[in-house]
């Protein structure tokens, strides 16, 4: 199932960054630039930075010119997530390309790159509360309330490990079809923010 080769990949990926822990690590993809998993594995290293720049940025006594700093850093990363999601939704679109799309057939409401989107982001949250759950110097009762979450974390990612490979499987059995709308952001165009345009 596509989901679980997705979910695996997200795991390299953060286990990977966990090792050095360091938002300003190098990167280095492990998979050739023409498979999907180099593209997924690129996806949640974003996702898994981003992460804990939210982290650092929501320190009360950070500095307000680092906040800044980390601010334009969080733009540029949301930047980069939005175009890798479009990539993934390429890699679709091509694989799907040639499939009969049947009479009666409906979209989806997000395309099945915005739906892994978010499995990589359920990847990182159940990392995190893992840690929570089994956090050495964490209370009893923190540990047992984290892993209420966890629990719940987990079956959310079985149900839309299941949604994904769905969505897929209908797509190509041409009950469904993708339609992709390219991510039309504005405030990062000088032409469409007004406070850019200004400048």
């Known amino acids: 199932?596509?989901?679980?080769?997705?979910?695996?990949?997200?795991?390299?990926?953060?286990?990977?960054?966990?090792i050095k822990d360091d938002v300003y690590q190098s990167f280095h993809n492990p998979y050739p630039k023409d498979e999907i998993a180099h593209l997924l594995y690129r996806k949640n290293w974003i996702d898994t930075v981003q992460w804990h720049y939210e982290d650092i940025?929501?320190?009360?006594?950070?500095?307000?010119?680092?906040?800044?700093?980390?601010?334009?850093?969080?733009?540029?990363?949301?930047?980069?997530?939005?175009?890798?999601?479009?990539?993934?939704?390429?890699?679709?679109?091509?694989?799907?390309?040639?499939?009969?799309?049947?009479?009666?057939?409906?979209?989806?409401?997000?395309?099945p790159a915005w739906a892994i989107d978010r499995l990589s982001i359920l990847a990182l949250k159940v990392y995190?509360?893992?840690?929570?759950?089994?956090?050495?110097?964490?209370?009893?009762?923190?540990?047992?309330?984290?892993?209420?979450?966890?629990?719940?974390?987990?079956?959310?990612?079985?149900?839309?490990?299941?949604?994904?490979?769905?969505?897929?499987a209908d797509i190509e059995a041409g009950n469904k079809y993708m339609k992709v709308y390219k991510q039309m952001k504005m405030y990062n165009d000088d032409e469409l923010n007004p406070v850019l345009r200004a400048k």
């Open 128 to 168: 995190h509360m893992q840690e929570e759950a089994t956090r050495a110097d964490a209370s009893e009762e923190h540990k047992k309330k984290c892993q209420v979450k966890l629990d719940i974390l987990v079956e959310q990612k079985k149900d839309l490990s299941t949604a994904i490979d769905q969505l897929l």
């Open 57 to 111: 940025i929501r320190d009360p006594n950070i500095d307000a010119t680092d906040a800044l700093v980390l601010k334009r850093k969080i733009d540029a990363s949301n930047q980069d997530r939005t175009d890798l999601v479009e990539y993934i939704d390429s890699f679709f679109l091509k694989k799907y390309q040639s499939v009969q799309i049947k009479n009666g057939a409906i979209i989806n409401t997000e395309s």
């Open 1 to 18: 199932m596509f989901s679980d080769f997705a979910f695996k990949i997200f795991n390299e990926s953060i286990e990977e960054y966990h």
